[in-house]
């Protein structure tokens, strides 16, 4: 038996699933109201409600927790950790409840994952974390001592595409060198070489998206932390939610955009292509890193399903390599594949030790 429970906790929402093998018994994404989420102080409080949630869920769908494998929750922010499979330990826990590296609601999975697990004496395990970090040490090199790049993005669907370009390839994952791109709400441009996520250009220094600024004039930033308009709260949540697309266009949906140009918005159209280009310039980053030898470009999560997007970034770029598209963030079967690896012996989970900042 097989039975995987699948955790992915957002910021308004608790997606899980219950796998048999490859095949989902079932996916719910369970909503947390406003009013739900204002009764506590800190986002880690939200644990106990959120547990208790995604048990009743399960009973709900006929799975009682003693019917399971394992459970594969989504990494939250760690300190920088490799690729692929961890076991969720209690130092795991004590980091992300004490000592993440930021707040973020994927911190919750697993805490969530080892309460569960603990209980029933099963393996839980995080897949492929928020803060991957295998860059090579040359490109985090900037022109300041004191600041240094740092992986961080979406590594769950980007690497999950680059292997499913290497199984339907009938090669290994790390016998390819892809750039993939996540096209979502955030987008992460990486390089895959082997066998690890050589690069990464984020919503820090790469293209703006939805809600993300992205990369911005640095002078006019220092200009406008010098304002007094914005402490550091407000200017982080001005970059990570309220830029992009949202900024530009008052929304963060790009069917919204494109039901815009489809009744004739040229600003729309403008923006809409702008980002396009951004996201071409940013994959031509990743081109020299390895002299231009690239065999393929992946593109995935939501915004793929926009033809126009896609068509807009390809036409860019496919001088540089073919252009593979491969729709939707696939984040729950991402975390069963990647658990199953592990329970089949493919993989072998890593353990993490808590980093404690002195």
């Excluded at 494998?69 to 499979?85: D, F, K």
Aim: charged share 25%.
């Amino acid at each position: 038996m097989e039975k995987l429970l699948i955790i992915n906790p957002g910021s308004t929402s608790t997606k899980i699933a219950v796998y048999d093998g490859e095949s989902p018994l079932f996916v719910e994404s369970i909503p947390h109201s406003a009013e739900d989420l204002a009764k506590f102080d800190a986002l880690v409080d939200q644990f106990e409600f959120r547990k208790d949630l995604v048990v009743e869920t399960m009973n709900k769908h006929g799975v009682s927790v003693d019917d399971l494998t394992a459970i594969v929750a989504r990494g939250g922010l760690l300190p920088p950790i490799e690729a692929g499979a961890y076991e969720v330990n209690e130092d795991m826990v004590w980091q992300l409840r004490y000592a993440p590296q930021h707040e973020h609601a994927s911190n919750l999975g697993a805490l969530i994952a080892y309460a569960i697990s603990s209980k029933e004496n099963i393996p839980a395990y995080i897949y492929d974390g928020v803060t991957v970090d295998e860059m090579m040490p040359i490109l985090k090199v900037t022109g300041l001592p004191s600041m240094t790049r740092k992986g961080m993005g979406h590594n769950l669907n980007m690497r999950a595409a680059a292997m499913k370009y290497a199984k339907e390839h009938g090669k290994a994952y790390k016998d390819c060198t892809l750039i993939v791109v996540h096209l979502g709400g955030g987008i992460s441009v990486s390089l895959h070489h082997d066998g690890k996520v050589a690069d990464i250009i984020n919503d820090e220094d790469g293209p703006f998206a939805p809600e993300r600024a992205g990369s911005l004039p640095l002078f006019q930033v220092i200009d406008m932390m010098s304002s007094g308009k914005y402490d550091h709260k407000s200017a982080m949540k001005l970059v990570k939610s309220q830029g992009g697309l949202v900024a530009h266009l008052g929304t963060n949906d790009t069917r919204d955009v494109q039901r815009m140009i489809d009744e004739g918005d040229e600003h729309a159209k403008f923006i809409y292509e702008a980002m396009a280009m951004n996201v071409a310039r940013n994959i031509a980053k990743e081109a020299p890193v390895v002299n231009g030898k690239v065999e393929a470009i992946v593109l995935t999560g939501g915004i793929a399903y926009s033809e126009t997007f896609t068509k807009m970034v390809k036409e860019r770029v496919e001088f540089i390599a073919p252009v593979v598209i491969y729709p939707g963030e696939n984040e729950m079967e991402s975390l069963a594949l990647g658990g199953l690896r592990v329970l089949r012996g493919e993989e072998k989970a890593k353990t993490f030790v808590k980093v404690v900042n002195e």
